[in-house]
């Protein structure tokens, strides 16, 4: 059974800071892996998905890895700013379409 | 294009009464989940349909729970009746269905059973 996790669960930074938010994960079989942001009340934004043939994806100052062999990614914010401030998730992608959720770290970036 | 569709946003009622929730997906998206998700939590799946199909309802608990896809766009999951466990949000997603086709999630229903 995959398991996701997600360590730290909660993160604070002063605005301006480059950061890695983590994402780890039991078994390296896997199709894709997906990085969501979720705002308090919302549902969940999807911001980068990776496919298992691909080592990084990135989006504007958001760059996410993914390490297959040692269960491992990443996702690096570049200067953060306040709005950045929400609940990030990742999700491991088997087959059949079934994905697996880690509980998200919850960034605050002050200004 | 309009994103996943989902009411009510919120819903309070008591327990053992019913309450159903309704998803609307992304336009052409054949696949569409119903997740729960407790507070602090990731999402968790209760069932995934492909067009009308339910292919994965293994976590959806069938004594109380059920769902419908009937002309393989628009879904209602339904809870019957409804227990002070239930509390939670519920989500909705779609994606194209293709393995490495992104979810896009709904803004949820937020339960509250008192």
């Known amino acids: 059974k995959q398991e996701v996790t997600q360590i730290p669960a909660a993160l604070s930074v002063p605005e301006g800071e480059n950061l890695v938010l983590n994402c780890s994960f039991t078994d390296s079989a896997i199709y894709n892996l997906q990085w969501f942001r979720q705002d308090p009340g919302k549902g969940l934004t999807s911001l980068l998905l990776i496919q298992s043939s691909q080592r990084e994806q990135t989006s504007g100052r958001l760059n996410a890895s993914l390490d297959k062999s040692s269960g491992r990614s990443t996702l690096y914010i570049a200067a953060s700013q306040p709005g950045d401030s929400a609940t990030y998730l990742c999700?491991?992608?088997?087959?059949?379409?079934?994905?697996?959720f880690g509980d998200g770290t919850t960034l605050t970036v002050k200004p | 294009e309009a994103g996943v569709v989902q009411s009510p946003r919120y819903k309070i009622i008591e327990k053992k009464q019913p309450v159903a929730f309704w998803c609307n997906p992304i336009s052409g998206h054949n696949t569409l989940y119903w997740y729960l998700q407790n507070l602090g939590q990731g999402p968790e799946l209760l069932i995934r349909?492909?067009?009308?199909?339910?292919?994965?309802d293994s976590q959806l608990p069938k004594d109380r729970f059920s769902a419908e896809r009937l002309k393989g766009v628009d879904s209602t999951l339904k809870i019957q009746p409804a227990e002070l466990g239930d509390s939670a949000v519920y989500l909705c997603?779609?994606?194209?269905?293709?393995?490495?086709?992104?979810?896009?999630f709904g803004n949820g229903t937020r339960l509250t059973v008192t």
């Open positions: 349909y492909e067009n009308e199909e339910a292919v994965d």
């Open positions: 999700a491991v992608s088997a087959n059949a379409g079934k994905s697996t």
């Open positions: 997603a779609s994606s194209l269905g293709r393995d490495n086709s992104p979810l896009h």
